[in-house]
Structures are given as C-alpha cells and as structure tokens.
C-alpha cells in the first residue's frame, strides 16, 4: 500500500508521513509499541521501494535521505533503550535468585 502511495506520488506524500512516523517510532506505550514499530517499519519499506520508480531529481531531493536517517537512527536508539531494559531485568533476577540461594 505506501509502496504504491510513494511510487505514484513521489515525494509529495513524505511530507505528511514523516510527522507520524518519527511518532510511531517513539511510541514507548507497552499496550502498542510492537504494532507502532512494525507500522513504522512499513511505511520506510514502502518509501524504500516506491523511490525506485522516482526521476533523478527526487531521488537525490535531501529530505528522503534525511527522513530516512532520522527514523533509523530513533528505531536504533529504541532499540538500544530496550536491550538495556532487558539487562537490567536479567540482572535484577540473577540478584533476586543468588539471594535466595543464599539465604538458604
């Protein structure tokens, strides 16, 4: 569906996409991450795939490269965010165990 929006629109799309994406990428809630994730994921496909069937003078407009860097650099961050989350939770475990291990 937005490879087709972005194929037969070019650019003029991007400019209404980008607000919601950079939120869909940001979205922290628990309830909808993962679907605000994968929305956010589909819509940088399409972008992806529908500027393959640009002309020169969008491909190489600097918005595209500057959409697309900034949305993978906040999913990058998001993701660093939740690996730390995670280590943390492993480690508060481990703790959790060992003292009760100990304890006894």
Not at 15 to 29: G, I
Not at 61 to 71: A, E, G, I
Request: net charge negative.
């Amino acid at each position: 569906m937005y490879q087709a929006l972005f194929k037969n629109y070019d650019d003029t799309v991007l400019e209404v996409l980008k607000s919601h994406v950079e939120r869909l990428v940001n979205d922290t809630s628990h309830d909808s991450h993962d679907t605000s994730q994968r929305c956010a994921a589909e819509i940088i496909a399409g972008l992806i795939r529908g500027s393959k069937h640009w002309n020169y003078d969008k491909v190489s407009h600097d918005d595209v490269v500057v959409v697309v860097v900034v949305v993978v650099v906040v999913a990058a961050a998001v993701i660093y965010l939740l690996v730390v989350v995670v280590v943390v939770v492993v480690i508060v475990v481990v703790v959790i165990v060992l003292v009760a291990l100990v304890s006894l």
